[in-house]
């Protein structure tokens, strides 16, 4: 069966520092992979999405950046956090568009 | 884009009673999930219904494609249902879920 994973589950950074956080996926090839943020407890903001290796589709500019470099594996970062960039951000694939999505657990992320 | 609008905003219950949760989508759509997002911010998947009704225990789910709305029942309501329920939706050629600002759901004892 399928797995997605995210690490790591809570982060607490300062303004200005860099960030990496790692989404993987098990048990699939080729999947869609898909970043979300949610500011303020309700709604999801997709930011990024990729339908194969080295394929990034951008929702949102922002001082966020994302990359595929392996195939199950979707890397979100940043080079200067900003206070506005805190929230939960949670991971998200499928097999292919219209198949059903399924989530990992989220990390945390708290500028200060 | 495809708009999704989710009703009521937010819902107090007490335990042991049924719900409706309404989801409008502007749009055709190919695919249609509905989420339950529990306390600790985990997504559970309840459906994958693009169109047509399923039924988990007490939760069951209706999608009605052409007039462009899903709904969703809970039935013997329990204090652990409480959270935030998200429909969301694919448009067609879209590659990727629009979600609605969901509905909070609290279920008092």
């Known amino acids: 069966s399928q797995t997605i994973h995210q690490w790591p589950a809570t982060l607490v950074q300062p303004v200005g520092s860099p960030l990496s956080l790692e989404c993987t996926v098990e048990?699939?090839?080729?999947?869609?992979l898909y970043w979300y943020r949610q500011a303020a407890g309700r709604g999801l903001q997709l930011l990024f999405y990729?339908?194969?290796?080295?394929?990034i589709s951008s929702e949102v500019p922002q001082n966020l950046s994302a990359s595929r470099p392996q195939d199950r594996q979707f890397i979100l970062s940043s080079k200067k956090l900003l206070l506005s960039d805190s929230g939960f951000y949670l991971c998200?694939?499928?097999?292919?568009?219209?198949?059903?999505?399924?989530f990992g657990p989220g990390t945390r992320l708290t500028v200060l | 884009g495809i708009q999704v609008e989710q009703s009521p905003p937010d819902l107090i219950l007490q335990e042991g009673a049924n719900s409706t949760l309404r989801c409008n989508f502007s749009?055709?759509?190919?695919?249609l999930q509905w989420f339950h997002q529990n306390p600790w911010g985990q997504l559970i998947n309840l459906f994958y219904?693009?169109?047509g009704t399923k039924q988990n225990g007490r939760l069951s789910a209706t999608t009605v494609a052409t007039e462009r709305y899903s709904l969703l029942y809970i039935s013997s309501s329990q204090t652990t249902d409480s959270g935030v329920y998200f429909c969301?939706?694919?448009?067609?050629?879209?590659?990727?879920?629009?979600f609605g600002q969901g509905t909070r759901l609290t279920i008092n004892p």
């Open positions: 998200a694939w499928r097999e292919d568009s219209y198949n059903e999505q399924f």
């Open positions: 048990g699939t090839s080729n999947p869609n």
């Open positions: 990729s339908v194969g290796i080295g394929q």
């Open positions: 749009d055709s759509v190919n695919n």
């Open positions: 219904i693009p169109s």
């Open positions: 969301a939706v694919e448009g067609q050629g879209a590659q990727k879920l629009v």
